[in-house]
């Protein structure tokens, strides 16, 4: 079962910060909030992920609240290619398993 | 670098016969090995993992199997493909169980008819 909810779809428009909003209420205290993404027909591509502080590499920032109850990823300036399912999960410790769940359409338009 | 291959990109079967999708991964050693499948328009479902060769656990009672006959090669197969296996099928890897991204593969399209 996924242990994270999302928005069904949003859209964005070009050139914007695109925030994508997670919430993982019940997540435990040493679990990791990972994002990927999914280009229709391709295999989901990792994005960032994080524990408590801010993460932020060249594709995106992540943004985890104190009670790390929810997390944003937020896409800097959006392009026709950020276009993708996004997918928020987080991961229990030496667990080997994931579970995905239905994820957030994103939908950039010019 | 690391790199996963998954192949092939597209499959079509008939009802009953067998199937066998492969996947392998270079540039690194004993990663844990996952199987996805996807249904159109839902999410990912894990279908076994494996942590080492010959070791394998199943999540979704199935028509399918997993083998790693090799440290870097993973297999999915059915002795009898029904039309519900049907869906993409992804193929991952992760270094260890240490809260290291899993890396997929562009997966299989099966469709069964």
């Known amino acids: 079962d996924a242990k994270t909810t999302q928005p069904p779809s949003m859209d964005c428009a070009e050139g914007r910060a695109a925030n994508l909003p997670c919430n993982h209420s019940?997540?435990?205290?040493?679990?990791?909030v990972y994002w990927y993404r999914q280009i229709h027909s391709q295999g989901p591509q990792y994005i960032i992920h994080?524990?408590?502080n801010n993460e932020t590499n060249e594709m995106a920032s992540l943004i985890i609240t104190e009670d790390r109850k929810s997390s944003t990823l937020i896409l800097p300036h959006a392009t026709l290619r950020d276009t993708a399912v996004y997918y928020c999960?987080?991961?229990?410790?030496?667990?080997?398993?994931?579970?995905f769940g239905a994820g957030t359409t994103v939908t950039v338009r010019a | 670098s690391q790199t996963i291959h998954q192949w092939p990109a597209t499959l079509v079967q008939p009802v009953g016969s067998p199937l066998s999708l492969e996947c392998t991964v270079e540039?690194?050693?004993?990663?844990?090995l996952y199987w996805y499948r996807q249904a159109a328009g839902r999410g990912l479902q894990l279908l076994f993992y494996?942590?080492?060769?010959?070791?394998i656990s199943s999540e979704v009672p199935q028509n399918l199997s997993a083998s790693r006959p090799q440290d870097r090669q993973f297999i999915l197969s059915s002795k009898k493909l029904l039309l519900s296996d049907s869906g993409f099928y992804l193929c991952?890897?992760?270094?260890?169980?240490?809260?290291?991204?899993?890396?997929f593969g562009n997966g299989t399209r099966l469709t069964v008819t």
């Open positions: 494996s942590v080492g060769i010959g070791q």
């Open positions: 991952a890897w992760t270094r260890d169980g240490r809260n290291s991204p899993l890396h």
């Open positions: 540039g690194t050693s004993n990663p844990n």
């Open positions: 999960i987080v991961r229990p410790p030496n667990d080997y398993k994931l579970s």
């Open positions: 019940t997540i435990s205290g040493n679990e990791y």
């Open positions: 994080g524990l408590k």
